[in-house]
Structures are given as C-alpha cells and as structure tokens.
C-alpha cells in the first residue's frame, strides 16, 4: 500500500472517516511527512491537527501513540515510556512547536483499489503446494524492504520456484512485528486457539511452515538458520497472514439535491444542503458530508447475503416512507441506496446473493428512494 499525507484537518472533520487500521505503512507515511515539515507538537494538539492520507481516511491516535508516532519521527523513541516526551505540547519547548497548516488536496484522493499493490514472492515446492492448499497462511520472515511494502488488503502473487507459470494469488490478512523470531513465535503461542498448545511445550506450526510440532525456541532456531541472526537483529521479524482474496460489499443511502453536482459552488445550495443534514438528523445520526451529498448508515460488513447488509442500513428509516418521501419534496433531492458489490475473481468463497427481497424492494417503493447497485469485478 502506497499511502501518502496529503494535509492536514482536524479529529472532529467528519468529512474525513476514520482509517480503521493504524498499520506501519500508514503510520511509516505519516512519520515522513512529520520529518519532511519538521512538525512538533504534542498528543493533546493531534485533536487540532490530524494527518489526511491520500486513501481519503485521517488517522487518528490516542495522545500516548501520538507521542509515540512523533517519537519515531524525531528520533527519540526506543519503545517504554519514551512516548511521553511528546505526549503534551507543554512537554516540548514553546520554541520548537510547528502546527501543520490545515488543507487537505482531496485532488490527490485515489480510490482506495488503486492503492493497493500486487508483491511477488517465490517459493520452494513445498512451500507453495502448502500455501496453495491452505495449509500454510502466516509467512514469518524477516522484515525486509519488501515486507515493510505490505499492508493488509495487499496481495501477493506466489511463484513455484523454477515455474514461472504456477502461481497463487493471496491477500494480507494482518501483520505482527517482533525483535525476534522467538518474540513472535511466543506470541503465536499465546494467542494460537488449538488446544495442542495451550497446555503442551509443543505446538503445531504448520501454518507457519514448519512441518514437525516443537516448542516456539526451536521454531525460532527454524527461521533463524533459514534468514540468519545478523538479518534478525538488524531487521526484526514479522508474521503475515495470508488467505485467499475474499468477496467485499459496501451498502449506504446517498442523500443529494436534484441537479447540483457540487453545492460547494453555489451558496444558496450549500444553505439547502445544511437543512438537509439537519433534516436527516431527525432520522438518524449516522452520516457523513461528501463533496456531492451526504453519505449515510454505511455498511461495510460483508454478508454473501447482502439483503441482510442493506437491512442494518435502512433500519433507522423502515417504518418512515411516508416522511422520507416528504422531505425528498420539500428540498427537491432525491436519495439513493447504494450498493456496491467488488467479486474476485480468484476468490473460492460463494458470489454475493444481490437479489433485493420483498421488503427492501418495498422500503424503496414508498420512500421514493432509488436503488442504485454498482458491480466490481477485481
């Protein structure tokens, strides 16, 4: 993932959503637009100034993990309580505060698939038939330039070594860092669900790699032979999961005023679309200005059944037709349900059901709401 500060806005910018993932890429981009500006200011003052990035997200942090991204930046953090040396703006001279201007280049937004980048990695014979098969899905190595590439939503294409044309497309589920193969190992330990290695000294590490059971200090002697300690002590180490690319779905109601296509240009328009936001307040509190409309009761919690995604959505207004239909009239907009389907192609989980039932098709019928569903192949 390519992420990129593209300015700054406040924690309280609704405008922006929230990027749900606080990932070392991310966080990576944001600490060189900190070093490239040289801004210093404290965790209190991140409510004021908070990072844009170019996927149209802001990434906001707790005061203590500002002072530590601001750590990282300046040099200064090495892991403990050293986060607390950026924790307030009291806590830097007065003199060394810098504040970012507030803009944001929404020019430079990119739809977020367009983010995402496609690594590949070779891989001895049995290696790629266990990744292939689905019995290896955490790749533990070190964390390279290449690793540092990776984001969850990324994919990687791996290669039979000596095949060039048998390959298996997967996505980054999540990612762990440690110091060393042994802290990551001890933590798959912690953490592993299989009974086998929660009362035993041994442990199946067969999703990593390892064919045979054994304690997490001889998994680590494992990698630590296969990469070297030299590349473990000056890398670290990481555990990416891996599984196959998996469907994904978005539905939301799209409230707009008929015939303007941006209300920033026109004051008058922008006054309508103030009332209109007051006006769906009274419906609910869950949604968000955009450049054309307001975005509202977003869903993106996949359900191969999407009828049950658009229920969670629409489930503030059932019951409400008549009134949503009044205020369509009385403010000369109109609203749209939103449905937005993207199918992998290489995905072996069952296609999304798209159908609308009865009374979805109903809500619409006598709100005057428009169905609106846009289908992505990837």
Wanted: hydrophobic fraction near 35%; charge should be negative; aromatic fraction near 12%.
């Amino acid at each position: 993932m390519k992420y990129k500060v593209i300015g700054w806005t406040s924690c309280d910018d609704c405008v922006y959503p929230s990027h749900k993932y606080l990932t070392e890429p991310l966080e990576r981009a944001i600490i060189e637009d900190i070093k490239a500006n040289g801004y210093c200011f404290g965790g209190d003052a991140h409510d004021r100034f908070c990072p844009v990035l170019n996927d149209g997200t802001r990434a906001i942090y707790s005061a203590r993990s500002w002072g530590r991204v601001m750590g990282r930046a300046h040099g200064v953090y090495s892991g403990g309580y050293d986060y607390i040396h950026f924790y307030m703006d009291e806590f830097i001279d007065e003199k060394h505060r810098v504040y970012p201007k507030l803009y944001v280049d929404e020019s430079l937004i990119m739809p977020r698939e367009d983010l995402k980048d496609t690594f590949h990695i070779t891989l001895p014979d049995g290696q790629f038939f266990a990744v292939r098969d689905g019995e290896m899905s955490v790749l533990v190595r070190p964390f390279d330039e290449q690793s540092k590439l990776f984001d969850v939503g990324d994919y990687i294409e791996f290669v039979r070594q000596g095949r060039e044309d048998e390959s298996v497309r997967m996505c980054v589920a999540g990612m762990n860092l440690a110091e060393t193969f042994l802290k990551l190992l001890t933590c798959y330990v912690r953490n592993v669900k299989s009974n086998e290695c929660k009362d035993e000294p041994c442990c199946d590490f067969t999703s990593l790699g390892i064919p045979q059971a054994c304690t997490a200090e001889e998994a680590a002697e494992y990698f630590l032979k296969k990469y070297g300690k030299e590349r473990e002590k000056e890398l670290g180490a990481v555990a990416i999961e891996i599984k196959r690319p998996s469907h994904e779905c978005k539905t939301y109601l799209f409230l707009k005023l008929k015939g303007i296509d941006d209300y920033r240009i026109d004051m008058g328009a922008y006054e309508r679309m103030d009332n209109l936001g007051m006006a769906i307040s009274a419906f609910t509190e869950d949604y968000v200005l955009r450049k054309y409309g307001y975005e509202i009761a977003l869903n993106d919690e996949y359900d191969v059944d999407i009828n049950n995604m658009v229920r969670k959505t629409i489930r503030n207004f059932v019951g409400k037709e008549k009134e949503i239909r009044q205020m369509l009239e009385r403010f000369g907009a109109e609203m749209y349900l939103e449905i937005v389907p993207e199918i992998r192609a290489d995905s072996d989980e069952p296609k999304p059901i798209l159908s609308p039932d009865d009374d979805i098709i109903e809500f619409a019928y006598k709100s005057g709401v428009k169905l609106d569903i846009d289908y992505y192949v990837l």
